[in-house]
């Protein structure tokens, strides 16, 4: 980092200012004293006190003018407040004080040897060097205490009445007050010029330590994209020194084509004078590929022109194939998941088959017991006594019930399996057609049914007959025992999605059991009351399910049940198994 | 009447005596052969192995054949006698308990003439039986009159 413009300024203009007013001091005493009366000599003496101070104003105007303003925000606070605990290069304070002392009173010594040689005048304006340089180097206090001194001194030892710190002569009493005015002027502007120092130096520090130690490149370069700034990092991404950089372009540091992109970025961020964020693909001098995450912006100067950019880049290599390598995990983790869910798809398929198998496989030997059961009865009656015979019509019953459980697990398990199709079904068509088929069957009972014509699903055509027709079976049957029985098939809603209904005034059932409803097995009803396998209503949750449809069951006992089912029109369960 | 023969391919010997009761009541069950496996109906149709007396006789007039069979299974035994000349054109009756649709469908296409699933309770199962046995000897004119080993 450069020392700033201003300090050299400052310097100049102290430096100036000193060998001015020593040779004023020495001149204009002597040039008063060739003058023999008295008045003259006191408006000179006023002319040149009003010469000296306007000298001095001047100079420190444009001394101070170059020092950034004093802001009065927090900021400013808490910067003043570093300044005084942080600042660096500070002077111990006590070394200020006993400078301004010793220097005040070595002119003080002086001014009683010059005294000799030019008569007896107060020779005031000799303290201005003391006071300055004590005000320059340790501000305010140290400028009032040089003032303060040369004032008491001067009127003790040479303004009459001497010894004393009475003014007689109303003249020394102005060049006295001018000089009190000068000094504590002259201290008042140094302590404000030091602070500014002070901060503006604290300032390019901390800006200077996040530079330097941010992992970040940054640098700064001209409007020929020549380096004017690159902190260590970018220093070490070039693989250079700074010296190196500095005054150089991308050119002499990266390899071609890296350092042709860049410089075409350069070039139309100096163009277009807009800040862009861009990832960078940047081969550096070893010849690795590294990813940068860069931002390029234009350095505003004086009158709003682009003077140069800036950029800040960020390896973010590191971050890429980290996110890369998440990446890939994450495929890695669904394959897996993928798999799994196959593994266990086949396991549930498997199971299924066997379960299906089982099931299958006894229905032969189901089928020789009730078969020769009938043999016995067929034809051999006349052998076997009554209660033989009340015997194997027991067994006959039984393999009936069990015959129709197969055939019950075989249609659920059956509609498990095989591939689901979607087609639009007519479930009015379908209701019509059982309620019929139910009404051919038992010709003498006197069923009322109602079907709202129209109704559509979208399934599997052979299913949804599966469905209807338990639904309907159910009704038919559980309103056995009802006076007037009615079985209506409607347009209805399951959990707020449009479905379809079918209800009768039957036996009902209690909600409290509504929860094992579509289990299978499970019967609301006794045998005697309601014979049946408990597997209708399995099998139709089942189906709705694969679906990916719901159903839902109303009942009051004694007064009927509605069953609800709902199918999504479009690709709503899954395929299960196949 | 020439009520010709029936080959049963029957490796359950419950099912084979409900199935032969059933035929006795429609009075034929003296025109049934039993085979127990794939391999022997074969053998018994091809007139070879323990049939080898058989070679040149007439052939069934229709074989009731089961699917599960030891050895051959009743779908091997239907593409054999399908490939084989002689038997090409014998009308075959698949008679299962399998109601897997994708039996019904090779066996179609295999060249069955029938796919009749065994009814499992027994009223049906005999009368089922006893209209396979009269459509198949009686109602049903054979592609041949007469095929031979």
């Known amino acids: 980092?450069?020392?700033?413009?201003?300090?050299?300024?400052?310097?100049?203009?102290?430096?100036?200012?000193?060998?001015?007013?020593?040779?004023?001091?020495?001149l204009s005493d002597r040039l008063l004293s060739t003058f023999a009366d008295m008045e003259s000599i006191v408006s000179l003496s006023t002319a040149k006190g009003v010469f000296f101070v306007c000298a001095s104003t001047t100079a420190f105007f444009f001394a101070l003018r170059s020092v950034p303003a004093a802001d009065a925000t927090g900021m400013g606070r808490l910067m003043d407040a570093l300044a005084t605990g942080v600042a660096p290069g500070r002077r111990p304070r006590w070394l200020t004080w006993f400078f301004a002392v010793t220097i005040t009173?070595?002119?003080?010594?002086?001014?009683?040897?010059?005294?000799?040689?030019?008569?007896?005048?107060?020779?005031?304006?000799?303290?201005?060097?003391?006071?300055?340089?004590?005000?320059?180097?340790?501000?305010?206090?140290?400028?009032?205490?040089?003032?303060?001194m040369a004032a008491l001194a001067v009127d003790y030892l040479a303004i009459a009445p001497q010894h004393s710190l009475r003014i007689a002569n109303s003249v020394d009493l102005l060049q006295l007050a001018f000089l009190v005015v000068n000094g504590v002027a002259v201290s008042v502007l140094s302590e404000m010029l030091r602070r500014s120092l002070i901060r503006a130096e604290l300032d390019r520090r901390l800006l200077d330590a996040v530079i330097s130690s941010t992992p970040d490149a940054v640098f700064v370069k001209d409007t020929e994209a020549r380096y004017l700034l690159a902190n260590a990092a970018a220093c070490a991404l070039a693989g250079k020194a700074r010296e190196e950089i500095i005054g150089r372009d991308d050119s002499v540091l990266f390899p071609e084509a890296t350092a042709r992109e860049m410089m075409a970025m350069d070039r139309a961020i100096l163009a277009t004078g807009r800040t862009h964020t861009t990832e960078e693909l940047v081969t550096t001098h070893t010849g690795r590929t590294r990813v940068f995450l860069g931002t390029r912006g234009p350095v505003i100067g004086e009158a709003g022109r682009v003077v140069g950019l800036f950029g800040i880049a960020r390896d973010i290599t590191?971050?890429?194939?980290?996110?890369?390598?998440?990446?890939?995990?994450?495929?890695?983790?669904?394959?897996?998941v993928?798999?799994?869910?196959?593994?266990?798809?086949?396991?549930?398929?498997?199971?299924?088959?066997?379960?299906?198998?089982?099931?299958?496989?006894?229905?032969?030997?189901?089928?020789a017991i009730s078969g020769f059961s009938q043999v016995l009865v067929e034809d051999h009656a006349g052998t076997l006594d009554t209660e033989a015979r009340k015997c194997l019509a027991q067994i006959t019953q039984a393999s009936g019930d069990m015959g129709e459980l197969i055939d019950g697990i075989l249609a659920l398990l059956r509609c498990t399996r095989g591939e689901l199709k979607r087609e639009t079904v007519d479930i009015s068509v379908l209701a019509g057609r059982r309620l019929g088929k139910l009404a051919h069957g038992e010709p003498l009972r006197q069923i009322v049914w109602d079907v709202e014509p129209g109704l559509s699903a979208t399934g599997d055509t052979e299913m949804l007959d599966v469905v209807m027709a338990h639904l309907l079976d159910n009704a038919w049957k559980f309103t056995r025992g009802t006076t007037q029985p009615v079985i209506r098939?409607?347009?209805?809603?399951?959990?707020?999605?449009?479905?379809?209904?079918?209800?009768?005034?039957?036996?009902?059932?209690?909600?409290?059991?509504?929860?094992?409803?579509?289990?299978?097995?499970?019967?609301?009803?006794?045998?005697?009351?309601?014979?049946?396998?408990?597997?209708?209503?399995?099998?139709?949750?089942?189906?709705?399910?694969?679906?990916?449809?719901e159903i839902r069951a109303e009942a009051v006992p004694g007064a009927g049940a509605t069953f609800c089912f709902s199918l999504p029109a479009g690709n709503g369960g899954n395929g299960g198994s196949s | 009447m020439n009520r010709g023969t029936i080959l049963l391919v029957e490796d359950n010997p419950q099912d084979e005596m409900l199935i032969l009761r059933a035929l006795k009541?429609?009075?034929?069950?003296?025109?049934?052969?039993?085979?127990?496996?794939?391999?022997?109906?074969?053998?018994?149709?091809?007139?070879?192995?323990?049939?080898a007396g058989l070679a040149g006789t007439e052939l069934p007039t229709v074989v009731l054949l089961d699917i599960g069979l030891p050895r051959l299974s009743g779908l091997e035994v239907l593409?054999?006698?399908?490939?084989?000349?002689?038997?090409?054109?014998?009308?075959i009756v698949i008679l299962t308990s399998s109601d897997e649709e994708r039996d019904r469908l090779v066996s179609y296409e295999c060249g069955a003439n029938s796919f009749v699933r065994k009814p499992l309770d027994f009223g049906e199962f005999a009368a089922t039986v006893a209209r396979l046995g009269v459509y198949w000897l009686a109602t049903n004119e054979p592609p041949r009159d007469r095929a031979s080993r």
């Open chain 1, 1 to 26: 980092m450069t020392t700033p413009a201003r300090n050299r300024y400052v310097v100049v203009a102290c430096v100036s200012y000193a060998v001015l007013a020593l040779a004023w001091i020495f």
């Open chain 2, 25 to 51: 009541k429609s009075n034929l069950a003296n025109n049934v052969a039993v085979a127990r496996d794939g391999q022997q109906a074969l053998d018994y149709l091809f007139g070879e192995g323990e049939f």
């Open chain 1, 489 to 549: 098939v409607f347009a209805g809603q399951v959990d707020a999605v449009a479905g379809i209904c079918v209800s009768d005034n039957g036996a009902g059932f209690d909600m409290a059991h509504a929860n094992r409803l579509f289990n299978a097995f499970q019967r609301m009803h006794r045998q005697d009351e309601f014979p049946g396998t408990g597997i209708g209503l399995a099998t139709v949750q089942r189906i709705i399910r694969r679906h990916g449809g």
């Open chain 1, 105 to 148: 009173l070595a002119m003080l010594l002086v001014r009683q040897r010059l005294s000799v040689g030019f008569g007896d005048p107060p020779l005031l304006i000799v303290f201005m060097f003391p006071i300055i340089l004590s005000a320059l180097l340790g501000g305010l206090g140290p400028g009032l205490v040089s003032t303060a």
């Open chain 2, 79 to 91: 593409e054999r006698l399908r490939k084989d000349p002689r038997t090409r054109l014998l009308p």
């Open chain 1, 338 to 367: 993928a798999e799994r869910t196959a593994e266990l798809q086949s396991a549930n398929t498997e199971l299924e088959d066997l379960a299906y198998a089982l099931t299958h496989n006894l229905r032969a030997p189901l089928r």
């Open chain 1, 318 to 336: 590191e971050h890429r194939s980290a996110e890369a390598e998440l990446r890939k995990l994450n495929t890695g983790l669904e394959q897996r």
